[in-house]
């Protein structure tokens, strides 16, 4: 006869399911991904609860260094936009291990993984294989939100995997995200060895672009409805007139001729294809809750906002924080991202320029250019548009390994 407290547990466990499976990582492990190379390093992926009310859960995917990940930092990376994922972008088009090749996939040659722990995160909860059963919850998430189940994840994510706690952590990204969530982190005085984080450009904001380029790209083509008219091949009249105003008065009129051919159209899509197969999505122990297809973006609101007054709320606080764009990209062109990170070092934080604005190298090539104040820096990386590392992938490797190891980028051949 079976007992009632046993019986309770079977129906508890079943509805909270990720709070009752152990803490342990070994569950998490991934035997082979379909279709991947053979490689010398883990990788793990499952899902974390971080909230009951309604309920949620955040899925992650993370890969160990190649060598010695005991003694590699820990790297926290976030997509966002918001809305996109950093499993379909970062991990599989950017700088993590694999890359979607056909069925299959080959190894990155310049995968991140060669010189950190890497851990990408899809969220909020209704971004790629995240999800809350009350769908209701996506139309009221907001920064706030996303940033405290980002500290509940990673807060249970040590758990699961006690042997990164206190190790050195860094938050990397394309999003908001990052510096929001580092100063919930700061603020919150968790027991977490946060050491820097590196943010890839920032929103437009007044002053940079004109009052009516602003209201244009508030009312009339807004960075989420550019995004994805871009992957669709299929540009308004309305978004191409807003892209064009908006670079000539940054003095880059041939932006939109970068945008539209600097990045791969048939990646994406590979990815897509490659992440809704069944037998992919069960060597990830991923599942689809309450939609029918993975997707590398949802419909999120786009969020105009600046990070400028939270970056230097960051710096100081003491935290290291560098800022780098690709010089062709068109959605968010570096030139305001420059002009906005001095006007943050020289006229609020009155910072001292350490490294005057000077080129940077990988081995004899100019890579990009980079200027340092103090705590504070700004890099660009030549030829690379707005998802820096799938277009220059070695240039930055090394902006990444310089700025894991708190060191300058070369500015000598």
């Not at 450009?201 to 995004?227: A, K, M, P, Y």
């Not at 062709?328 to 990170?341: E, K, Q, S, W, Y």
């Not at 940077?360 to 103090?374: M, R």
Request: charged residues 20%.
């Amino acid at each position: 006869m079976s007992q009632p407290w046993l019986i309770l547990t079977v129906i508890t466990c079943s509805i909270l399911m990720q709070a009752c499976k152990p803490a342990t990582s070994l569950s998490d492990r991934i035997l082979s991904l379909p279709g991947q190379p053979s490689v010398n390093f883990s990788h793990y992926s499952d899902y974390i609860t971080v909230g009951d009310h309604p309920p949620r859960a955040l899925f992650y995917y993370f890969v160990e260094a190649e060598t010695s990940p005991a003694s590699k930092p820990l790297v926290l990376w976030l997509n966002g936009g918001p809305g996109c994922s950093s499993l379909g972008y970062g991990a599989f088009i950017e700088h993590g291990p694999f890359k979607v090749k056909g069925e299959g996939l080959v190894k990155n040659d310049y995968s991140w993984n060669k010189v950190a722990n890497l851990l990408y995160l899809e969220s909020p909860a209704g971004v790629g294989f995240s999800y809350s059963t009350n769908q209701s919850f996506y139309k009221g998430i907001n920064d706030n939100i996303t940033a405290q189940d980002n500290l509940v994840f990673l807060q249970r994510w040590f758990t699961k995997y006690p042997q990164y706690k206190g190790r050195d952590f860094f938050i990397t990204g394309e999003s908001h995200y990052v510096p929001e969530f580092a100063r919930l982190i700061v603020k919150s005085k968790v027991e977490i060895n946060l050491k820097a984080i590196a943010v890839n450009h920032i929103l437009l904001v007044h002053g940079i672009i004109s009052d009516q380029s602003e209201l244009l790209f508030q009312n009339v083509c807004n960075r989420t409805q550019l995004l994805r008219e871009f992957r669709a091949n299929a540009l308004t009249s309305e978004c191409i007139y807003v892209v064009l105003k908006v670079a000539k008065e940054l003095s880059d009129t041939k932006a939109i001729d970068h945008f539209l051919d600097t990045k791969d159209p048939c990646e994406e899509q590979d990815v897509i294809k490659y992440l809704n197969r069944r037998d992919v999505q069960i060597a990830l122990h991923a599942k689809l809750v309450g939609v029918r297809h993975w997707n590398s973006c949802s419909e999120y609101e786009d969020l105009y906002i600046s990070m400028i007054p939270i970056l230097g709320e960051l710096v100081k606080s003491g935290l290291r924080a560098i800022v780098y764009s690709g010089d062709l990209d068109a959605v968010i062109p570096f030139l305001g991202t420059r002009t906005m990170v001095d006007a943050l070092a020289t006229e609020v934080l009155k910072l001292n320029t350490n490294l005057s604005y000077r080129a940077w190298f990988t081995g004899k090539q100019v890579a990009g250019y980079t200027q340092e104040y103090g705590k504070l820096a700004f890099a660009t990386i030549r030829g690379a548009s707005h998802t820096v590392p799938a277009t220059q992938p070695e240039r930055s490797l090394q902006l990444f390994t310089s700025f894991l190891m708190g060191k300058s980028l070369p500015t000598e051949a």
